[in-house]
């Protein structure tokens, strides 16, 4: 007879227990249902991520020349107080041009928190240890307009409490207001 030879034997029986093999290796799809889980069709993920959180912009106040000038710069979702962060950061090329500049100190930090009184904002002021002589440098009476007038933009503030500042009391703490610096507005 012709056709497809037949295995016989040991051949036979190798093919057998390799078929055996391969059953019990193959999940078994019936056994989940009974265990209480369900099959599901395909389900979707949707689409990709998209960030929702509208930053609105925010109000820098900067020095051009012996006044104080606004200036606009994007915010950040979440970040109320990033105005005041961003006093200690250079000036972009754009408000170089327009001749802003800020006086705020470079190597101080600034610790921001809102539980004192309503509408009062602390700000600690951390001097860096880059200045290498362990001393306090005071800060220019602009570069507290630009921190007072800064943090009024953000609603709800009214004043600013620093602390860590040295004053003439020698106590560390200083409450300033933008009215404090009217005659530095522009």
Known sequence: MRGRPSASGPVRALFAVTVALAALAAPVMPVAPRLGVQSTGIISAGGPPVAAGKATNIIVYLMRGSKLAPAVRPGLPGHPYLGLTQLGV??????????????????W????????????????????????????????????AQLACTAETVPGVERVVLAGLPNKRHDYWTTVTCEDFDDLLV
């Open 109 to 144: 930090e600034m610790h921001i928190r809102q539980d004192g009184e309503p509408g009062e904002l602390t700000v600690d002021l951390i001097e860096e240890p880059a200045r290498g002589d362990g001393g306090f440098s005071h800060w220019s009476r602009a570069a507290l």
């Open 90 to 107: 250079p000036v972009t090329s754009e408000e170089r041009r327009k001749g802003l500049r800020t006086e705020v100190p470079r190597d």
